[in-house]
């Protein structure tokens, strides 16, 4: 009789020495729609287990050979998840209570009733059914857990942490390793990999990673056992049989930026197509934080880089901006140092007024590129001893518009304008090239107009020597809120005061 079999039936092995018994089963069995398959002794029934996988097995407990409780101890030892009902008659119940010790699902009494049979099969089935879907339910709870946990990580270390731990715990592996294309050299590298507790720090061998990539190329899973496993392997694992292997590619968009492999060294511990697929989600949910985390550490570097560049560009600036100075300089003999000079007083006065660090340095700059209106001015009609004619007069006072043209095309030095612009401004008015009064002249400008004037009177001129640092004091306290911002004298004086005293202090040589 034949009948019509659904691909997922479930299946059943009886084990019996008698033809008949295992005849009626069968039959019966068959009716009800399971795979049935019958072995006449232990030792068959063994050999049966490990070639296909039974949901059930029937055995009868007196066996010539191996008798069904030793059937049932091998079976254990095989863990081959299969419920086990056992045969017995009358005079032997306590036996059959031991078999449940054991680890026997149930037993049935013979002579039985096929009803019965069916019954206590469909029971166990059902049981089983249960457990494994509970086991389903509970591995796609972890299994969130863990691609939520990755989901939430920036940091590529932790992800593959997480992913490795995820997969020793859930897939009950003995090893797990992940290797990730390194991006710049397209070349695989074993980036991480555990070893359960329970294993020793077996030898995870080398794999092949051309077949590999090919078995990939095909869309096709790859859960491999025993020798089968070992065509993935340019290198098998050291002293350790391999029992099962599982590898899943890393994919983003198509593209392969890594394996995720489960190994197995515990004898009869296969992996199962179900915790393959497990794998997959986690390589999926992998693959795109690695990418993430990743993208995220290559930002953080291009920051990083972008700082560095800010800082080289910001030390470039201020080179130049001293190169224009030192330009400036090398025409004139006199003013030799001035601008440095100048940069330096200015300074005093900013953090007299406690400035921020910003606006100090770009007082500094100011300072330096103060006069940079006089290239173009030709110095040896200025420098002569004696009055100057109201021509030489006038050309010398274009400077100050003049620097204002030559920094405003540049947009990194557009800020500094006011000092090279309005340091010749007086706080009454009367200052040129605008006549802006008090606070209308930028603070910028009445700053430097100070450090201008005290460098001007403290330096050797065509004209004149140097006059000494009290005189120079003096003559800035009287042009206080005449010539100069009545506010900012006292601060600069103060500043520079203290300036020369700790120059004393530590010995250096000063000015007059
Ligand atoms: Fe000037």
Same mark, same amino acid.
């Given at each position: 009789?034949?009948?019509?079999?659904?691909?997922?039936?479930?299946?059943?092995?009886?084990?019996?020495?008698?033809?008949?018994?295992?005849?009626?089963?069968?039959?019966?069995?068959?009716?009800?729609?399971?795979?049935?398959?019958?072995?006449?002794?232990?030792?068959?029934?063994?050999?049966?287990?490990?070639?296909?996988?039974?949901?059930?097995?029937?055995?009868?407990?007196?066996?010539?050979?191996?008798?069904?409780?030793?059937?049932?101890?091998?079976?254990?030892?095989?863990?081959?998840?299969?419920?086990?009902?056992?045969?017995?008659?009358?005079?032997?119940?306590?036996?059959?209570?031991?078999?449940?010790?054991?680890?026997?699902?149930?037993?049935?009494?013979?002579?039985?009733?096929?009803?019965?049979?069916?019954?206590?099969?469909?029971?166990?089935?059902?049981?089983?059914?249960?457990?494994?879907?509970?086991?389903?339910?509970?591995?796609?709870?972890?299994?969130?857990?863990?691609?939520?946990?990755?989901?939430?990580?920036?940091?590529?270390?932790?992800?593959l942490?997480?992913i490795?731990?995820?997969v020793?715990?859930?897939?009950?592996?003995?090893?797990v390793t992940l290797m990730l294309k390194d991006?710049?050299?397209g070349l695989f590298v074993e980036r991480?990999?555990?070893?359960?507790?329970?294993?020793?720090?077996?030898?995870?061998?080398?794999l092949n990673l051309t077949e590999l990539l090919e078995h990939y190329s095909h869309d096709k899973p790859l859960l491999a056992?025993?020798?089968?496993?070992?065509?993935f392997?340019?290198?098998?694992?050291?002293?350790?049989?391999?029992?099962?292997f599982c590898s899943i590619p890393l994919k983003v968009q198509d593209r392969v930026i890594g394996m995720l492999n489960a190994?197995?060294?515990?004898?009869?511990?296969?992996?199962?197509?179900?915790?393959r697929k497990m794998l997959s989600v986690l390589a999926n949910r992998a693959a795109v934080s690695i990418e993430?985390?990743?993208?995220?550490?290559?930002?953080?570097?291009?920051?990083?880089?972008?700082?560095?560049?800010?800082?080289?560009?910001?030390?470039?600036?201020?080179?130049?901006?001293?190169?224009?100075?030192?330009?400036?300089?090398?025409?004139?003999?006199?003013?030799?140092?001035?601008?440095?000079?100048?940069?330096?007083?200015?300074?005093?006065?900013?953090?007299?007024?406690?400035?921020?660090? !910003?606006?100090?340095? %770009? $007082? &500094?700059?100011?300072?330096?590129?103060? @006069?940079?209106?006089?290239?173009?001015?030709? *110095?040896? #009609?200025?420098?002569?001893?004696?009055?100057?004619?109201?021509?030489?007069?006038?050309?010398?006072?274009?400077?100050?518009?003049?620097?204002?043209?030559?920094?405003?095309?540049?947009?990194?030095?557009?800020?500094?304008?006011?000092?090279?612009?309005?340091?010749?401004?007086?706080?009454?008015?009367?200052?040129?090239?605008?006549?802006?009064?008090?606070?209308?002249? !930028?603070?910028?400008? %009445? $700053? &430097?107009?100070?450090?201008?004037?005290? @460098?001007?009177?403290?330096?050797?001129?065509? *004209?004149? #020597?140097?006059?000494?640092?009290?005189?120079?004091?003096?003559?800035?306290?009287?042009?206080?809120?005449?010539?100069?911002?009545?506010?900012?004298?006292?601060?600069?004086?103060?500043?520079?005061?203290?300036?020369?005293?700790?120059?004393?202090?530590?010995?250096?040589?000063?000015?007059?």
């Amino acid at each position: 009789m034949e009948y019509q079999v659904h691909e997922e039936s479930p299946r059943v092995l009886v084990v019996d020495d008698e033809k008949v018994i295992r005849e009626i089963l069968s039959d019966f069995l068959t009716m009800e729609g399971y795979v049935v398959r019958t072995v006449e002794d232990g030792d068959a029934a063994l050999r049966e287990l490990e070639r296909r996988s039974y949901n059930l097995v029937i055995s009868d407990l007196k066996m010539p050979g191996m008798g069904g409780l030793e059937l049932l101890e091998k079976i254990a030892d095989l863990k081959a998840n299969v419920l086990t009902v056992i045969m017995t008659g009358f005079g032997t119940v306590e036996t059959a209570i031991e078999a449940m010790k054991k680890g026997a699902y149930d037993y049935i009494l013979k002579p039985f009733k096929i009803e019965e049979v069916v019954h206590v099969v469909e029971r166990g089935l059902d049981r089983q059914r249960l457990h494994a879907e509970n086991i389903r339910l509970k591995e796609a709870v972890s299994l969130y857990k863990i691609s939520e946990a990755i989901a939430e990580s920036l940091s590529l270390e932790k992800v593959l942490d997480l992913i490795l731990d995820g997969v020793l715990v859930e897939a009950q592996a003995d090893a797990v390793t992940l290797m990730l294309k390194d991006p710049r050299t397209g070349l695989f590298v074993e980036r991480s990999r555990k070893i359960s507790p329970l294993a020793d720090s077996g030898f995870t061998g080398e794999l092949n990673l051309t077949e590999l990539l090919e078995h990939y190329s095909h869309d096709k899973p790859l859960l491999a056992h025993g020798l089968k496993a070992l065509k993935f392997f340019a290198e098998p694992p050291k002293d350790r049989r391999l029992v099962s292997f599982c590898s899943i590619p890393l994919k983003v968009q198509d593209r392969v930026i890594g394996m995720l492999n489960a190994y197995s060294y515990t004898r009869g511990y296969k992996f199962t197509e179900g915790q393959r697929k497990m794998l997959s989600v986690l390589a999926n949910r992998a693959a795109v934080s690695i990418e993430n985390a990743r993208l995220y550490e290559d930002l953080v570097q291009k920051n990083c880089d972008l700082t560095t560049v800010n800082q080289s560009l910001a030390d470039n600036f201020r080179a130049t901006i001293i190169g224009f100075a030192h330009a400036l300089e090398e025409s004139d003999k006199y003013t030799r140092g001035h601008s440095e000079r100048v940069a330096f007083y200015s300074s005093l006065t900013a953090r007299g007024l406690t400035l921020g660090e !910003p606006e100090t340095e %770009r $007082i &500094v700059q100011a300072g330096l590129m103060h @006069d940079i209106g006089k290239i173009g001015i030709r *110095y040896e #009609k200025l420098n002569k001893p004696g009055k100057l004619t109201p021509e030489e007069v006038a050309m010398f006072r274009t400077h100050p518009a003049k620097g204002k043209r030559i920094l405003e095309p540049i947009p990194s030095m557009a800020e500094l304008i006011p000092g090279a612009w309005c340091h010749h401004e007086n706080w009454d008015g009367s200052g040129y090239p605008r006549g802006l009064l008090g606070e209308n002249i !930028p603070l910028l400008g %009445r $700053i &430097v107009a100070i450090a201008d004037t005290y @460098d001007a009177m403290t330096s050797d001129r065509s *004209y004149r #020597k140097a006059l000494p640092h009290d005189v120079a004091v003096a003559e800035l306290e009287r042009c206080a809120g005449a010539q100069f911002d009545p506010e900012l004298v006292p601060q600069f004086i103060r500043m520079v005061d203290d300036h020369r005293k700790t120059q004393i202090a530590a010995g250096n040589e000063i000015p007059r």
